[in-house]
């Protein structure tokens, strides 16, 4: 890379990494690790932090009994065995959303809320919150009182804000809708945005890793919104630099860390 992300992100927003920092109320952006690359080097030397997912398919096998409370016991079994990596707990439950008849979406907002009351005692000190599709995110306005309610027994919010398309504007646009999405929710409660460093499914370039000019632009644009990345991926693709997209991350973190 020519020029370092602190630079850019100077040129661009005229502020510094600090200030932007600052003005956002953290002391370090973080860099979460939970990616399923297979042959994946040791990110933790680069700074990174192990994090941690447990998906719907792990609580309802098979879809059987799908959105009832499960196994008290056994729910909090799994919850220790997927929260043992450092950083945050992170639940994928993608089925449930807070939309439609006034009974499905209290129905689903008490399961969810009664589901992260078990993960907190059964993995104490832990951040836990859901993944953003279909739970805390893009919550319609007649239902935002139980999304309000629901954001009580979390303690972060991961929205994903994926790659589409080479649209600038359109991503920031989707990081900084996410952002105030939250910031509704609860004010002070850090965001965490879930980044693919390839092109999401059913686009143009799915599943091409993103070029490090168009990575960076999009760790500019998490830094400014969000107080940190869940950096993910599938089991079903080879790890892959030919890009520079770790290698771009690598130096942005470095600055941002330098910054502060």
């Known amino acids: 890379m020519k020029i370092l992300v602190a630079v850019l992100l100077f040129a661009l927003t005229g502020v510094s990494l600090s200030e932007t920092a600052v003005a956002q109320g ?3 952006f973080m860099v979460y690790d939970n990616m399923f690359y297979r042959g994946k080097p040791n990110t933790t030397a680069a700074g990174f932090i192990e ?7 792990k609580i309802w096998l098979n879809d059987q009994d ?12 799994l919850v220790r065995l997927h929260a043992a990596k450092p950083g945050p707990l992170v639940i994928d439950i993608e089925k449930m959303p807070l939309k439609g008849p006034a009974d499905v979406v209290r129905h689903n907002a008490e399961t969810l809320a009664t589901l992260a009351d078990w993960a907190h005692e059964a993995a104490p000190g832990k951040v836990v919150g859901f993944y953003g599709t279909n739970t805390l995110s893009k919550v319609p306005p007649e239902n935002l009182s139980y999304a309000r309610e629901l954001a009580h027994h ?10 589409f398309d080479d649209d600038r504007p359109a991503y920031e646009k989707r990081a ?5 999405e939250a910031r509704a929710l609860d004010p002070k409660k850090p965001i965490y945005f879930y980044l693919w460093p390839q092109y999401h499914d059913g686009t143009p370039k799915q599943f091409q890793f993103v070029d490090a000019s168009y990575w960076e632009f999009q760790l500019e644009t998490a830094l400014r919104f969000s107080n940190g990345i869940v950096l993910w991926s599938p089991s079903r693709y080879d790890w892959n630099d030919s890009t520079g997209w770790f290698a771009a ?10 910054e502060l």
């Open 26 to 28: 953290r002391t370090a």
């Open 51 to 57: 994090s941690n997912i447990l998906y719907e398919n």
């Open 66 to 77: 799908y959105g009832r409370l499960p196994n008290r016991a056994a729910f909090a079994a």
């Open 154 to 163: 979390v303690d972060a919010f991961f929205p994903p804000v994926y790659t």
């Open 176 to 180: 900084q809708e996410a952002f105030a």
């Open 249 to 258: 991350t690598r130096v942005f973190l470095h600055a941002t860390r330098s």
